[in-house]
């Protein structure tokens, strides 16, 4: 394992643009430290909560 993130999924989808940049926020993030196991690297499974805060759209 080299920390690269694989598999990214949206668990709870709320519109397809707002999903899509999450898993490409996520996608884009570093690579990570991988999991261990007995000192030896391992696949890991993470949630990673993200918020959206949106703007009304002008004159609504």
Do not use: C, H
Not at 42 to 51: E, F, H, M, Q, S
Request: hydrophobic share 40%.
């Amino acid at each position: 394992m080299d920390g690269k993130r694989r598999d990214i999924e949206v668990l709870r989808s709320i519109y397809p643009t707002l999903d899509a940049e999450a898993k490409r926020v996520v996608k884009d993030m570093p690579d990570w430290i991988p999991g261990q196991q007995d000192g030896k690297p391992v696949a890991a499974y993470v949630t990673i909560p993200i918020l959206f805060l949106l703007n009304k759209a002008p004159g609504k």
